[in-house]
C-alpha cells in the first residue's frame, strides 16, 4: 500500500519552460511534505519543503502547492534549466509518530530538461 | 563541513554471506536513519536511532537485518544469508534531534549498492 505516489515516473520539458511534478498522497496524517532531488550515483538532497499549515512555499525558481482536500502536492520549476535534469522524490511525514521523523517516499520521477 | 559518508560505494556478495554497511553521519546529529532504495522504488525506511533511545526496527523486512549505532556516532546495518531480493541502494540519512530546528532536514549520504548473485 503506498502512502505517497508519484505516478508518472518520467517528464520532458524545453529548457526555460516550466515543470511541473505532481505527487498525491493517501495517510490523512502526514503534516509535513517535501521535495529531494537526486542525481546518479549521489544521494537524496533536500529542495523544498512545505508545512499543511500553507498552501505554498516558493524558494528562488521552485515552487510547491499543496491542496490538502485533494491529498495532492505538485512542485514547479520555471525557468527549468539543463541542471534540473535529476529524479525528484515527493516524501511526506507525521508528527503523529512522534520522535522518529521517518519519511515515507514516492517512487520518484525522472525530470529530463532539454536545452 | 563533512556530509554523511558510506562505505563501501559498492558491494556484490554471494547469495547466503552477511554483509555489513557502514555509515557515518554528520558530526553533531543525534538522529540517524536507514533507508534502502529497490529497483523502481522509492526510498523504503528501515530503522531509526535517537541518541540513547531504543531504536525503531519497525521498517526492517526480516530478522536477518540488524543495526547498531555505537556511541551515538557510526551505524552499522547487518544483513545476515543475504537473498537476491535484498539487492538495493542502502541510504543513510542524519539530522539534528527532532524539536531542535524546523524543518528538521535529514542529509542523505551517497549510499551503497548492494547486489546479491
Known amino acids: 500500500d503506498q502512502q505517497v505516489k508519484q505516478n508518472s515516473p518520467s517528464l520532458s520539458v524545453q529548457e526555460g519552460r516550466i515543470s511541473i511534478l505532481n505527487c498525491d498522497y493517501t495517510?490523512?496524517?502526514?503534516?509535513?511534505f517535501l521535495w529531494y532531488k537526486k542525481y546518479p550515483a549521489e544521494g537524496p538532497t533536500f529542495l523544498i519543503s512545505i508545512s499543511s499549515i500553507k498552501d505554498k512555499n516558493e524558494d528562488g525558481r521552485f515552487t510547491v502547492f499543496l491542496n490538502k482536500s485533494a491529498k495532492h502536492l505538485s512542485l514547479h520549476i520555471v525557468p527549468s534549466q539543463p541542471g534540473d535534469s535529476a529524479v525528484y522524490f515527493c516524501a511526506a511525514r507525521s508528527s503523529f509518530t512522534g520522535a522518529n521523523s521517518k519519511l515515507t517516499f514516492g517512487k520518484g520521477i525522472t525530470l529530463s530538461v532539454r536545452p | 563541513g563533512a556530509g554523511v559518508s558510506q562505505s563501501p560505494s559498492n558491494k556484490v556478495t554471494e547469495k547466503g554471506k552477511d554483509v555489513e554497511l557502514r555509515c557515518d553521519p554528520i558530526?553533531?546529529?543525534?538522529?540517524l536513519y536507514w533507508y534502502r532504495q529497490s529497483l523502481g522504488q522509492g526510498l523504503e525506511f528501515l530503522i531509526y536511532f535517537q541518541g540513547n533511545s531504543a531504536p525503531d526496527k519497525s521498517g526492517l523486512p526480516s530478522d536477518r537485518f540488524s543495526a547498531e549505532r555505537t556511541g551515538g556516532s557510526v551505524s552499522t546495518l547487518t544483513i545476515q544469508r543475504t537473498q537476491q531480493e535484498d539487492s538495493a541502494v542502502y541510504l543513510c540519512?542524519?539530522?539534528?534531534?527532532?524539536?531542535?530546528?524546523?524543518?528538521?532536514?535529514?542529509?542523505f549520504g551517497p549510499g551503497t549498492r548492494l547486489t546479491v548473485l
Open positions: 495517510n490523512s496524517m502526514f503534516d509535513y
Open positions: 558530526s553533531g546529529h543525534t538522529a
Open positions: 540519512a542524519s539530522s539534528l534531534a527532532e524539536g531542535q530546528v524546523w524543518p528538521n532536514e535529514q542529509f
